[in-house]
């Protein structure tokens, strides 16, 4: 039986972000993925918000999907449009890029990292025993991974295998939602009826049409025709705009789940597999792509043993929290979509205060994913928050934080007396470098805040240490993420 150290059931986003992270780790990673090529049949997402962009940087691959894309200034709130253009980070944008371009630079770079993916080949299911897991695959010979990460979405296989319970709300409300090419200039904009909200646009004038409808009945059997298309729109517009042709329809719900545990002994989920919610805002995509890089780091240092599997808890309990939430939100956004006049009332009123600058900071903060805070205990405010992208200074010349993590290792950052801190026992794990820094410390939401003597950051781009000018408790943060002394 072919062996691997970690097998990823899916090359969607999520599976291909951790496939590079463990592969830049020097972890052996096989990915197993049923379609044959990283085309998709629709454009899926719509764009990649803020922090998703800050850990593309972290690699080094920023630019890669910011050429491609197009930037906006604001994210969306229920369509309450909220501005992030004064958020202190160099990515206070939304990218617009459609998910289909999004995997398809994704895939070349992981490509280019020489990650091995298994293409056509579909997981079925799954046995672990103390030392791994067997993976099954569909007509061919099973592999076996020490350990085994379900990224292979809401019907995950792998979460099914692992006996781990998805709970949550059914679905309310059904939309159904296509690229299409009609003889007739379309009403462009939104449109609200008795349904709900329906939208008609496109991005450029040699793109096809995106709809997306509000249907009138949630349960529906198979895949949604052109018919039912048609049909649909003449219902809210009482035309079909001379609809010609369909290039891809699909439905979506508002149902809402989440696994309650993200791990089960040696086998993981992360993206879909760990949580679906309806679409609004776009988070998806990049809470997936964020449960990625907070479990690669991870589950490499337990695969090569430096640190004990006792690190991969600590998985469940940053992210678990986070995708909670976005449930949370998605649901109040359908909420605040509802049809009647009692709803809109209170969308309108959402909406003003929205308009003030403290409630804009706090909701925008939250769906750009810039005021993610793991509980790492007590300190400093930044404890537990991303750090920021830094323009410093070391006797390498002046840098920036983010280039300092490319190669996704944790980095010491001493911005105190030069030599005062000593990492070099982690010196393979950990990054130290002395350096100065001159200006404001400005996180989101929070905004000014202390400036730290030093700080240790995580793989993932998380302080996992603040510095006071001593190296108290260094050692011990060190030990927690980066496993003991050699």
């Not at 400093?380 to 992208?389: I, Q, S, T, V, W």
């Not at 490319?406 to 980095?411: K, N, P, T």
């Not at 010196?427 to 002395?434: C, E, G, I, M, T």
């Not at 929070?446 to 730290?452: N, S």
Request: hydrophobic residues 40%.
């Amino acid at each position: 039986m072919r062996e691997h150290a970690v097998v990823i059931a899916g090359g969607g986003p999520t599976g291909l972000m951790l496939a590079a992270e463990l592969t830049l780790a020097g972890v052996d990673v096989v990915v197993v993925e049923r379609r044959t090529s990283q085309e998709l049949e629709s454009s899926r997402s719509g764009g990649l918000h803020s922090r998703t962009i800050e850990v593309l940087d972290q690699r080094g691959v920023a630019e890669r999907f910011v050429s491609a894309g197009e930037m906006h200034p604001s994210v969306g709130y229920a369509y309450i449009s909220l501005d992030i253009s004064d958020f202190p980070t160099r990515h206070n944008y939304i990218l617009a890029l459609w998910q289909s371009h999004f995997e398809r630079i994704l895939a070349e770079w992981v490509d280019d990292l020489g990650v091995r993916i298994l293409r056509g080949s579909e997981v079925v299911g799954c046995t672990q025993d103390d030392t791994g897991v067997d993976v099954e695959l569909a007509g061919d010979t099973p592999i076996r991974a020490r350990y085994f990460v379900g990224c292979d979405g809401g019907r995950s296989v792998v979460r099914k295998a692992a006996g781990i319970d998805f709970v949550g709300l059914d679905a309310s409300t059904s939309w159904m939602i296509a690229e299409v090419e009609m003889d007739d200039e379309p009403e462009f904009g939104f449109r609200r009826d008795s349904a709900g909200q329906h939208a008609i646009g496109r991005r450029e004038d040699d793109e096809p049409i995106r709809l997306v409808l509000t249907e009138r009945t949630v349960e529906h059997s198979g895949a949604p025709t052109i018919d039912e298309l048609r049909e649909a729109l003449l219902g809210i517009y009482g035309t079909d705009f001379g609809l010609r042709r369909a290039d891809w329809i699909s439905r979506f719900s508002d149902m809402t789940r989440q696994a309650v545990a993200y791990r089960n002994g040696r086998v993981l989920l992360a993206g879909d597999a760990a949580h679906v919610h309806p679409p609004q805002g776009g988070q998806g995509l990049n809470i997936g792509v964020q449960d990625a890089v907070n479990l690669g780091w991870k589950l490499a240092q337990v695969v090569d043993r430096t640190s004990p599997p006792t690190l991969l808890d600590t998985y469940h309990p940053e992210r678990h929290p986070v995708g909670a939430r976005v449930l949370h939100n998605t649901a109040a956004q359908v909420a605040l979509g509802g049809p009647d006049d009692r709803h809109q009332a209170l969308r309108e009123t959402m909406a003003e205060l929205l308009a003030m600058d403290e409630p804009r900071r706090r909701f925008a903060g939250m769906m750009s994913g810039l005021d993610v805070h793991y509980d790492l205990g007590e300190g400093h405010p930044l404890l537990g928050r991303r750090m920021p992208d830094l323009d410093i200074v070391s006797a390498d010349g002046p840098t920036r934080v983010f280039e300092l993590m490319h190669d996704a290792r944790g980095v010491l950052l001493n911005l105190g007396a030069a030599g005062s801190l000593d990492a070099s026992p982690w010196v393979d794990r950990v990054r130290a470098l002395d350096a100065t820094f001159d200006g404001t410390w400005e996180l989101p939401i929070l905004g000014g805040v202390e400036a730290p003597a030093a700080v240790l950051v995580r793989p993932d781009g998380y302080v996992a240490w603040v510095g006071d000018g001593t190296d108290a408790g260094l050692s011990e943060a060190l030990t927690t993420w980066f496993g003991s002394r050699p």
